[in-house]
């Protein structure tokens, strides 16, 4: 059996193959066994494979003899939250914005946020004892030092009340939201809230029957959403994922707005406002060219990062900094928030375009202008090896002398899939386009030429 291993965002794959409630359990033995507490609490999204797979990893943190507080259905920040207020580690099932196939285990510390590389090293070695010695029940308590599992349906509503009062008295009556949750965790319970603020709302993709989620709906396919926006005379629209832990956000004529454009249009207005710690956003690798150009002409400083919002967190908490994110819709208040909060992030777009009196889609023209990006995913087995092999590092560097300072090229390997991804920024998409299929081809074959000789 494949051992589990960590990605960007937790331990992901196909669930009951790669995923396993084997390797559930071994994964919940093994994290009680690094992280030391008496309780953990635990929750999940909608998919069909979530309740086995969080079943099996509660079993493995009670046998190894600490409590579960099962929280049930419910997003990736309100059990960061329930965690961070209780002040006790805990899980999130679920592969995010990942096809509904996948399922993932995300783990996080006592204060919610992810753990370090460091502490997840110790799981995955932690995971591999038990594996190696799976009848060591000489260790295992026994009698009243079994650990319980109990089930809190009501958990949830310290996280409701701390998003209704994030508005510090606002309100957003007079809007008119279109909200997609993906057929997700929020399935349940964000139109609601958002109904609290006053919005009117008009939902979809609120009805999940465990393969539905993401499924031509969410934050990864919003043109659905784009639709019902324009159809209803919304004045915005919020296209969570499977989790909620991501937004993208639509205007009124139903554009897409990602994540750069959202964190330059709220950069500006905490540092207008002064709540911009140290006048500094914190980004990743994957921020448009046009985000940083922004910035710079703000006078707002940036502070770039490796993929996944665990480092977003840790270059904010090294600065002490409140805010920053991921183009993919990864937004993070930090002073509200341990992780990116998909419903939050809306509720705050909503409430700066009513305080600015102006449309989103103007918000959004004024805040920058993008770089073209055009971005292609090749699919691999093989990707971490692929990703830095000498035929693809050597045709990165034939590109960046193309590019010169008029654009630039990132790959890397997925965290959370098998692929790699060719990033490309250029003066104009044809270029960018060219450049990225170029690279990708050499990628493609790179990998093709690799499993060959494997064989």
């Known amino acids: 059996m494949t051992p589990a291993r960590f990605g960007t965002d937790g331990v992901r794959g196909v669930a009951n193959v790669e995923l396993t409630a084997e390797i559930a359990l071994a994964l919940g033995r093994a994290v009680a066994r690094i992280i030391p507490a008496t309780s953990f609490v635990v929750g999940r999204d909608t998919r069909r494979s979530s309740t086995m797979l969080e079943a099996a990893f509660a079993a493995g943190i009670a046998t190894e003899g600490a409590d579960v507080i099962d929280l049930g259905v419910l997003s990736t920040p309100g059990i960061a939250y329930v965690a961070d207020r209780r002040g006790l580690p805990g899980a999130v099932i679920s592969a995010s914005h990942n096809p509904f196939g996948d399922n993932g285990i995300k783990i996080l510390g006592p204060s919610g946020s992810k753990l370090t590389v460091e502490t997840e090293a110790q799981i995955e070695a932690a995971i591999d004892a038990i594996f190696a010695a799976p009848d060591d029940g000489a260790r295992r308590p026994t009698g009243r030092g079994v650990g319980v599992i109990t089930r809190e349906s009501d958990a949830a509503e310290d996280y409701f009340t701390h998003l209704a009062q994030a508005l510090e008295d ?19 319970y964000a139109t ?142 930090r002073n509200f928030a341990s992780t990116g909060d998909g419903l939050l992030t809306g509720m705050f777009l909503g409430d700066l375009v009513k305080r600015s009196g102006m449309t989103l889609s103007t918000l959004a023209s004024s805040a920058m202008v993008r770089f073209p990006q055009v971005l292609i995913n090749v699919s691999v087995a093989n990707a971490a090896e692929v990703a830095v092999a000498a035929s693809v590092t050597g045709a990165v560097a034939d590109a960046e002398a193309q590019l010169g300072e008029e654009g630039r090229i990132m790959v890397r390997a997925s965290g959370t899939e098998p692929v790699v991804r060719v990033m490309v920024e250029a003066g104009d998409t044809a270029r960018a386009t060219a450049i990225a299929q170029e690279v990708a081809t050499i990628v493609a074959e790179t990998s093709d030429a690799a499993l060959f000789s494997d064989e």
């Open 170 to 188: 606002r309100t957003l009556e007079g809007l008119r939201i279109g909200l997609d949750c993906a057929n997700g965790a929020t399935s349940f």
């Open 192 to 333: 609601e809230v958002l109904e609290a603020t006053g919005a009117t709302v008009v939902s979809m993709a609120t009805e999940p029957d465990g393969a539905n989620i993401n499924d031509g709906v969410g934050s990864t396919a919003p043109e659905a959403l784009s639709e019902l926006v324009v159809a209803q005379g919304c004045d915005l629209g919020l296209a969570l994922d499977g989790d909620a832990d991501r937004v993208i956000a639509i205007d009124e004529h139903g554009g897409v707005i990602d994540g750069d454009a959202l964190m330059a249009m709220f950069a500006t207005d905490l540092r207008t406002r002064g709540r911009l710690a140290g006048n500094t956003v914190a980004v990743t690798v994957m921020s448009n060219l046009g985000f940083h150009q922004a910035m710079r002409e703000a006078g707002i400083h940036v502070v770039t990062c490796d993929v996944g919002d665990r480092n977003v967190v840790a270059a904010l908490d090294a600065d002490g900094l409140s805010f920053g994110g991921e183009q993919s819709g990864h937004l993070i208040f």
